[in-house]
């Protein structure tokens, strides 16, 4: 079911069922495809979430109220979803206890290595980027693993942390404050702004792709350029 609201003079968002799923996620790839089409230059960004998408129209539109009524008579839904598939991105983490691993582990009743190869198994589908550039919300963990945010978030985030809160899980891409409990360190930078008006992209994942993770040693996330935070050195 789709609903289609008013948010300003010139955007709409659209609501899924609100649910954290691959199907969410697919129904709203296609619905951007279709959209797209439809609105052709009309159009100045779509902004996806788990279970929304925000269509932003350029100042030259032919009406919001006109194009929400286009959209409720066009738009569509499949029968059959397509499982669409992005890219798969790979990314290095340095596991350690410095932080929340050992009380993961302690909650779910399972040993650090246990939680370790628990988070690294599973394949993460992007479900929405944004809190900072570079932040990809992936989802879902084990059940096992699901564990709630800290009650009083940190004030200081180390740039690369690797976390999970519910059943969810992401990478820091710089120093912030943040409540999501700490598992270890990722070396790979997650958002460039030096290629901005370049051909490069600006993070290597996009929604809809896929990330999994591979523990490594501190030797490897020093040589892959990763920056320990001081209470690793």
């Known amino acids: 079911m789709i609903q289609l609201e008013l948010a300003g003079e010139n955007a709409l968002i659209l609501y899924l069922p609100a649910e954290i799923s691959a199907n969410n996620l697919n129904q709203l790839q296609q619905l951007q495809q279709q959209i797209r089409l439809l609105l052709a230059d009309q159009l100045q960004e779509l902004l996806p979430s788990y279970a929304s998408l925000l269509i932003v129209l350029k100042p030259a539109h032919s009406g919001v109220l006109a194009v929400k ?3 409720e008579q066009q738009l569509t839904l499949g029968a059959t979803v397509s499982q669409q598939q992005g890219q798969l991105v790979l990314l290095p983490v340095y596991y350690h206890n410095a932080w929340d691993l050992d009380a993961v582990a302690e909650r779910a009743d399972l ?8 988070h690294q198994s599973m394949e993460y589908r992007v479900y929405a980027i944004g ?3 570079g932040f990809a919300y992936l989802g879902e963990l084990d059940a096992r693993l699901a564990t709630p945010r800290l009650k009083s978030p940190r004030e200081k985030v180390p740039k ?4 999970i809160a519910d059943r969810q899980t992401a990478v820091y891409p710089a120093e912030s404050p943040g409540g999501w409990n700490i598992l270890g360190l990722c070396p790979i930078p997650l958002f460039k702004p030096e290629h901005a008006g370049t051909s490069e992209a600006l993070m290597p994942f996009s929604v809809g792709d896929r990330v999994r993770f591979q523990s490594i040693s501190r030797d490897e996330f020093v040589a892959l350029g990763g920056q320990l935070p001081q209470e690793l050195c």
């Open 69 to 71: 009524a286009m959209l």
């Open 111 to 118: 040993s650090t290595e246990q939680v370790i190869e628990l």
């Open 131 to 133: 809190f900072a550039p």
């Open 160 to 163: 690369g942390a690797v976390a």
